[in-house]
């Protein structure tokens, strides 16, 4: 069973730049397609980014051109680097890891069955 640690969650002022961190343990199998997510206060669990084992990545628009995803597999470390942050960046960020067939489908909460506990992300502006 995939356990996954986030961390480096905190509050910037807009502009600026965070790197979050998850520690991933476990089956590897079953990590082959990690992702990040988020969720604001009320509204749904949305996508970030998503990054399989070839290094093949995938961003949704809100993320493109900001934010990057990257995987140390020899620490076993996923990462995002976000820059250039917004206050509608603040939100709850999720790592999510899933089998491969995650990362060719649709990018969707659903399909990752194991989850982080979350790190708190806020902007201020």
């Known amino acids: 069973q995939v356990q996954l640690v986030e961390s480096g969650g905190g509050s910037v002022q807009a502009g600026g730049s965070l790197r979050l961190s998850c520690v991933i343990s476990g089956y590897t199998y079953s990590s082959a397609c990690m992702g990040w997510f988020r969720q604001a206060p009320g509204k749904e669990r949305e996508g970030v980014a998503r990054i399989n084992r070839d290094g093949s990545t995938t961003y949704t628009d809100s993320a493109k051109g900001r934010f990057t995803i990257s995987q140390d597999n020899a620490k076993n470390i996923l990462y995002l680097q976000m820059t250039s942050l917004k206050p509608e960046d603040t939100a709850m960020y999720y790592c999510?890891?899933?089998?491969?067939?995650?990362?060719?489908?649709?990018?969707?909460?659903?399909?990752?069955?194991?989850w982080g506990q979350g790190t708190q992300v806020t902007v201020s502006s």
């Open positions: 999510a890891a899933s089998s491969v067939g995650a990362c060719y489908s649709v990018f969707a909460a659903r399909f990752f069955p194991a």
